[in-house]
């Protein structure tokens, strides 16, 4: 199994920055993806970006050329980087990860961003 950990949610003004964090631990080796989800009040659970072991990334199209998705696999770690926020952006943010031959997919306990206009 692998366990997610995540870290850097706040309260932002709306045109700031924010930088998560999502830590791996467990059966790191495995791991295949890992990327980032959110979700705000009363809405689906949407993508956010997401990053392969080789560095290949995708991202919804609502982030694109706002957030960047990085990996350091020395660290077990993935970031999200987040610039010119907006109120819309504010959501609960979810780390996950696919992992194993199966693509078992693992989920963090989510961080929670505020973007206030």
């Known amino acids: 199994q692998v366990q997610l950990l995540e870290s850097g949610g706040g309260l932002v003004q709306a045109g700031g920055s924010l930088r998560l964090s999502c830590a791996a631990s467990g059966n790191i080796a495995s791991i295949n993806r890992m990327g980032w989800y959110r979700q705000a009040p009363g809405k689906q659970r949407e993508l956010v970006a997401r990053?392969?072991?080789?560095?290949?990334?995708n991202y919804g199209d609502s982030v694109k050329g706002r957030f960047t998705i990085s990996r350091d696999n020395a660290k077990n770690t993935v970031y999200l980087q987040m610039n010119s926020l907006k109120p819309e952006d504010t959501a609960v943010y979810y780390c996950?990860?696919?992992?194993?031959?199966?693509?078992?997919?693992?989920w963090g306990q989510g961080t929670q961003v505020t973007v206030s206009s």
């Open positions: 996950t990860c696919a992992y194993g031959s199966n693509y078992l997919v693992s």
């Open positions: 990053i392969t072991t080789g560095g290949s990334t």
